[in-house]
């Protein structure tokens, strides 16, 4: 069994690659959104768990009437009050 050894292939150009792996994600119109447009924006895409709340039946039971008691779901109530904060704080630093 005959195997060849094939060199590997250089960059054409390393500097080039360099600075676009090196480059910011955010576009310039990302950094211009206010935090309540980047809520709407980070909404849109697919959806699937971040995470798991632990908590006791009180608490359970709390979140199920906050969230009645503002017409949301509890996945609606829990997104207001931690991800809109979230994103007023920290959503410019964060590219979506």
Same mark, same amino acid.
């Given at each position: 069994m005959s195997s060849t050894i094939r060199p590997r292939k250089k960059p054409v150009n390393e500097a080039a690659f360099v600075e676009a792996a090196e480059k910011s994600t955010? *576009? *310039?119109s990302e950094a *211009?959104?206010?935090a309540a447009e980047r809520v709407s924006a980070r909404a849109a895409g697919r959806k699937y768990a971040i995470y798991t709340l632990r908590g006791t039946e009180t608490q359970h039971e709390l979140l199920k009437y906050a969230a009645k008691q503002?017409?949301?779901s509890q996945n609606e109530l829990i997104a207001h009050y931690v991800l809109t904060p979230l994103e007023?704080? =920290?959503g410019s630093q964060?590219? =979506?």
């Open positions: 955010t *576009t *310039t *211009t959104l206010d503002k017409g949301m007023d704080e =920290f964060v590219p =979506f």
